[in-house]
């Protein structure tokens, strides 16, 4: 069964402490997504990746950083730069080329302890 | 670069009557338009999408329609039923882009 899976689905973070989002995807797309949703908004993109070993800053990557070692992972770490990290967060894949959609994971809930 | 508007911000119709959400986009280059659903707790989920070439596509109780020359395009929901309540987004995208532009989306209410 292809899809994206996002863990942990609930994360706490203590001040001035990084912490690591995993995103799996195993429908082989070449691209990926991180965005960052807030309570009753939209999604915001924080970095994107076309391909392996290669990404791209989104709109609100500040505080954030990303690495793509594999073609199937696309972890977000969520530093103690970012003063306001409490969000709904969700990863994304695609096709690169082409008029193709994105496919959603269910997201990780970071709040602040 | 390209912008979404997407509105209502909210909507809340009787079960049984239909629901319309309207986008409009600005860079006349995008070709692709999917719409996404969001349950609480969950990801988008894509519900249907039209490419430019048509101006309408239609899966049982959902349609698309798109206006290439006005820049909008809309998603019709008939005869609504209580799982239709969620958070619906539109987006837009050209085939050069790598990224998908996303509208601020609609939470849809359902009133038993």
């Known amino acids: 069964d292809g899809g994206i899976t996002q863990s942990p689905k609930y994360l706490f973070r203590k001040e001035g402490q990084n912490v690591t989002l995993s995103c799996e995807q195993n429908?082989?797309?070449?691209?990926m997504y991180w965005y960052r949703q807030d309570p009753g908004q939209g999604l915001r993109l924080i970095y994107y990746?076309?391909?392996?070993?290669?990404?791209q800053k989104g709109d609100i990557a500040e505080g954030y950083s990303v690495s793509r070692e594999k073609k199937e992972s696309f972890p977000l770490t969520v530093t103690s730069a970012q003063k306001n990290p409490t969000a709904f967060y969700l990863c994304?894949?695609?096709?690169?080329?082409?008029?193709?959609?994105?496919?959603f994971g269910d997201g990780t809930r970071l709040s602040i302890l | 670069g390209e912008n979404v508007e997407q509105h209502p911000s909210t909507l809340s119709v009787q079960e049984g009557d239909s629901a319309v959400i309207k986008c409009t986009y600005s860079d006349s280059a995008s070709n692709y338009f999917p719409w996404y659903k969001q349950e609480l707790g969950k990801g988008p989920q894509l519900i249907i999408d039209i490419r430019s070439n048509v101006g309408e596509k239609k899966d049982q109780r959902i349609a698309v329609t798109l206006n290439k020359t006005a820049k909008h395009f809309s998603l019709h929901i008939t005869e609504t039923q209580p799982e239709d309540s969620a958070v619906y987004f539109c987006?837009?995208?050209?085939?050069?882009?790598?990224?998908?532009?996303f509208g601020s989306g609609t939470r849809l209410s359902i009133r038993p």
């Open positions: 429908l082989n797309h070449d691209a």
């Open positions: 994304a894949s695609s096709v690169e080329s082409g008029n193709q959609p994105q496919h």
């Open positions: 987006a837009a995208r050209h085939s050069s882009a790598s990224k998908i532009i």
């Open positions: 990746s076309q391909i392996v070993n290669d990404f």
